[in-house]
């Protein structure tokens, strides 16, 4: 037993103003006692359910083709710009017209990058740290080696000197393995003293830590839609691009959606005005609006208060871990300081990998990162103060065992 | 009235072996007379709808994050490759193993294109038509402009000289405009002899004519899945690279999931295996399960049937042209010869920009292609005869008025 009381639990589910929202989400099968990995995949929300029936249905059933162009609101040829403003109002503090939803993070990532590189011509450094997610240290790898660029690799913390040579400095907001989160503002601002460009991989931060990017004065973003915005396994990404770059932005996937008036059909590209030169090709539609649906259910919950549950979710976890995990050999591998500690919690042991297939099958299902995390995803819609308590007593009996 | 009875098309509807197909697609609105723009999205099969909802009631809803990996058949992360394959049995005449669904056709014609282009580093040549699809062209004047080739621009038959200069020949087996059908055997076999690399892009044939990729032995090929698959609107597309250069496949999109044990989440960038080296992101799950069920609709009817309809679809309206279009200034855009011809028709006049809302409002949907177009899209399986005569019959009372 824990030291905690699984009354406690229950008390802050009582006192939960955003307990509601769990009924907006489909029922998991009964073998799942906790899903800690919405992180990862967040949970199916009836109202994507909805939205893929209706486009079944009535936008592209009835409408067929006309609904490219026409429908109440405007067209599907509209979603992108349209939704990744929803997006953009709802939780990455960022006016509308600079975001869409386009294509995966990685070739979001892969344009973004090129568009930052593209406004500092005369420099061949680009910063990240050797803990960024794969996607984006390949990409980053890949047009270094092609385009002959330097990868400086740096600290997490980039608490290292940025010299007037680099082009562009990346980061993830929140790491994907210890929920650490970077503070984006003050690095942003230290790159940009240095004449430098920032990108952002906003990933594991979307839809549960409210971002400024507004505010922080980001040149660019990133980040996927499928974890904490619920849309669904592999919907679209998002990028960002801030307007003061509008008339310099220049990404080399040109497709027929990123020209201006595409259906003129004509020689020669012309990138569109403004965020829609960032698009390539032809938008998922299913895609788009089921991130739209996950967009709404943020919104009307609001970003403010899912952090301050994500807070509460997670500050849970380290107190049970404190109480019951670390005496059984787990170590802590995310931050203590609420500021500092994202959606989710990482704890470490030698064992992890046999533990994790072990925890899943008792009905808990967390994520395992090599070579010995096991990540406690807390999802504030969906999820419970008694869900979580259930799975970590059940970590420690397997444990313990 | 036409010369051609509407009881001559009701007799090739019933004398129809693939008649019944019709029912396995959703109703479209009451205010839809005929639909004939199949060719720039398909209509919606009854299977993607319970597609979708198999995939958020069980696969998403149930299993969660673990349907990533496993489930009856494999996981997700395989349907790239297995839906690559079930596609290119039913209708693109390549063994399994080189095909993959995945982004969108601009993506993986970028990817396909640099990767012939660095099978023959030492040339600098692309050679394509101006007619080709702008996509197409976009990417290519890309890559020309960005990594110093030529692009030396041909007649749409490439009936000129190919030049030991060229590295890559590519161009699309069915022209946008006016369908016209490329020999793709000869035209590659032409480019081979030149030492040169084909990509071709299959998105107005794929699921209407019949391919022969591996006996044409084509190098590389692309193509969409929402025409004649039916994948719904932004389906993913397909990728193909011939099995003979997986030795030596390079793309520099460079993301998590080509490269080799993706979660191992290691340092440095190692390609997969074979065709999963064209991965970059998170493949759109929705997507891939739509064009499952669409190719899996063509394999049971069969792509030679469907081509077979196909051809007398447009014969018909070709014959109907003849007798009530042509008399009103209507020019034929396509070509005469069936062998020539795909599974759409375009006719020209000086006013069709407006013709083509005239038609829309009378529940005939074409599609409008600059300058002068019309596109009449045959669509063999929810499609039928007596729909197109109705058709021609509402153009020819506009087209007199």
């Keep these: 037993m824990t030291s905690i009381a699984r009354s406690h639990a229950e008390q802050l589910d009582a006192a939960d103003p955003l307990a509601h929202f769990r009924d907006r989400y489909l029922p998991h099968g009964d073998d799942v006692i906790a899903y800690l990995d919405g992180n990862s995949l967040g949970r199916p929300i009836r109202a994507v359910r909805d939205a893929w029936l209706d486009l079944a249905d009535h936008q592209w059933g009835e409408r067929l083709i006309r609904s490219w162009t026409d429908g109440p609101g405007g067209g599907w040829m509209d979603l992108p710009e349209q939704v990744g403003d929803e997006l953009a109002a709802a939780m990455l503090g960022a006016a509308p017209g600079q975001t869409i939803i386009a294509d995966s993070t990685t070739i979001n990532f892969?344009?973004?990058?090129?568009?930052?590189?593209?406004l500092r011509p005369d420099r061949r450094v680009i910063v990240m740290d050797r803990d960024n997610f794969p996607t984006d240290r390949f990409v980053a790898e890949s047009i270094a080696s092609e385009l002959d660029y330097e990868i400086r690799w740096m600290p997490s913390n980039f608490a290292e000197p940025i010299d007037d040579d680099v082009a562009v400095l990346t980061a993830s907001h929140i790491a994907y393995r210890s929920g650490y989160v970077a503070d984006v503002a003050e690095i942003t601002a230290r790159a940009h003293d240095a004449g430098a460009v920032v990108v952002w991989d906003l990933c594991h931060s979307v839809g549960v830590f409210p971002a400024q990017l507004d505010a922080w004065q980001v040149d660019f973003a990133v980040g996927c839609t499928y974890k904490f915005v619920g849309g669904g396994p592999g919907a679209p990404a998002f990028v960002y691009a801030a307007t003061r770059?509008?008339?310099?932005?220049?990404?080399?996937?040109?497709?027929?959606?990123?020209?201006?008036?595409?259906?003129?059909?004509?020689?020669g590209y012309l990138p569109a005005a403004g965020i829609r030169s960032m698009m390539s090709g032809t938008p998922t539609i299913p895609g788009i609006l089921a991130v739209r649906a996950g967009t709404a259910l943020i919104a009307e919950a609001g970003i403010e208060a899912i952090r301050a549950k994500s807070v509460a979710l997670t500050e849970m976890v380290i107190d049970l871990y404190d109480a019951v995990l670390a005496p059984l050999g787990f170590d802590l591998g995310s931050p203590r300081e609420s500021r500092r500690r994202g959606g989710h919690v990482t704890i470490h042991r030698?064992?992890?990998?046999?533990?994790?297939?072990?925890?899943?099958?008792?009905?808990?299902i967390p994520d395992f990162r090599t070579p010995d995390g096991i990540r406690l995803g807390l999802s504030p819609l969906p999820g419970s103060f008694g869900e979580v308590w259930d799975a970590v007593e059940i970590i420690r009996q397997i444990g313990a065992a």
Excluded: C, N
């Design 110 to 118: 892969y344009k973004a990058l090129r568009a930052a590189l593209a």
């Design 245 to 267: 770059h509008h008339g310099q932005l220049r990404q080399p996937l040109w497709g027929w959606l990123g020209r201006r008036d595409p259906f003129e059909m004509e020689q």
């Design 350 to 364: 030698s064992d992890a990998r046999e533990l994790t297939r072990a925890i899943i099958d008792r009905g808990v």
